[in-house]
């Protein structure tokens, strides 16, 4: 009896994490082939699709898949950045990032309170927005009650719009005449995820990718603080309500970035840290885009909609603006 209570978790989970492995791969071979389209986006994207069809079986591996690979792949995150990096981009276009990530952060929490747009969504899409797409989503919601439709959409809006700042984004760079570098700054400053800043700074060449993931990943930093802040605020308003103040996956973040900066990971373990990282997002992002409703969407979601525009407007003016403020540009 207790072998069958002990067995039955696996038996119930297995359904739903091989259709993420599976998810996983045909995305991961599509961004491959297609670099063009991310695997996070194509992971999204094919969950949505299927999502309106799934066994029921597969739910609870799916749900599973969402919250945990997510979770591990922000910790393995922290792996890509170190803290000279950051210091090396001067002290001027760090404080524009931090700028930047404010005041998205509490224009967006506005623009959603003028919309009438549910309070759940709005935090989702104004931490998804300001500081790294999905990620941050799942950071936020883990020390949050949102619903979980909520948490998919705004994961949605996140892939919706990032995805056209990859086409827009370099167009507006050249009709400013901006240099390699400085479209990779603003890339950096301003698109929702680091697959989406690669793939916008992409067309400028190597030099302006390798701003554009430094300056991202500084973005990345400011997750442990905001979720650190809200979880605060969270707790003080529900009192029977006691998350962790800080996850244990952003501390995990923090581990993995201090560890990075120490210089003592080998460049192999770096790579593969690298890949391990985009299959656990893909995987999460596959699960949780198999949670969205597209018709659903598109019949009450359009004050989302709305919202994810004028956030997405905010964020690449203010980026712009602060960049030019702190001599970046």
Do not use: N
Not at 125 to 133: I, K, N, Y
Not at 197 to 225: D, F, H, W, Y
Request: with cysteine; net charge positive.
């Amino acid at each position: 009896m207790s072998t069958t209570g002990r067995t039955a978790p696996a038996r119930t989970l297995t359904p739903g994490l091989l259709l993420a492995a599976t998810g996983t791969a045909v995305a991961f071979q599509l961004g491959t082939l297609v670099p063009e389209l991310s695997a996070l986006t194509v992971a999204v994207v094919l969950g949505a699709a299927i999502g309106g069809v799934l066994p029921e079986e597969t739910r609870e591996g799916m749900t599973w898949a969402a919250r945990k690979c997510l979770r591990l792949g922000v910790v393995l995150l922290g792996l890509q950045l170190g803290l000279g990096e950051v210091l090396g981009l001067g002290a001027g276009t760090v404080a524009a990032v931090v700028a930047t990530v404010l005041v998205t952060f509490a224009g967006t929490l506005l623009l959603g309170r003028l919309l009438r747009v549910p309070r759940g969504l709005t935090l989702m899409v104004a931490t998804g927005f300001s500081v790294c797409g999905a990620s941050a989503i799942a950071a936020m919601d883990s020390v949050t009650d949102t619903d979980k439709e909520e948490v998919a959409t705004a994961v949605t809006l996140v892939t919706l719009y990032g995805s056209a700042a990859i086409a827009f984004l370099p167009f507006l760079g050249q009709a400013l005449a901006l240099s390699p570098e400085h479209l990779g700054a603003w890339a950096g400053i301003s698109v929702h995820e680091v697959a989406q800043v690669v793939a916008a700074a992409s067309p400028a060449g190597p030099g302006a990718v390798a701003v554009a993931v430094v300056v991202k990943l500084t973005r990345v930093v400011l997750l442990a603080p905001m979720v650190a802040g809200a979880g605060a605020l969270h707790r003080r308003r529900t009192p029977g309500h006691r998350p962790a103040l800080v996850p244990l996956f952003v501390l995990g973040f923090l581990a993995t970035m201090l560890l990075r900066t120490t210089g003592t990971v080998p460049a192999p373990v770096l790579a593969s840290a690298k890949t391990a990282t985009t299959l656990l997002f893909t995987a999460a992002l596959f699960a949780l885009g198999s949670g969205v409703r597209i018709g659903s969407l598109l019949r009450t979601g359009r004050r989302g909609l709305l919202l994810g525009a004028l956030s997405t407007a905010l964020v690449t003016a203010v980026g712009y603006g602060a960049l030019r403020v702190a001599g970046a540009l």
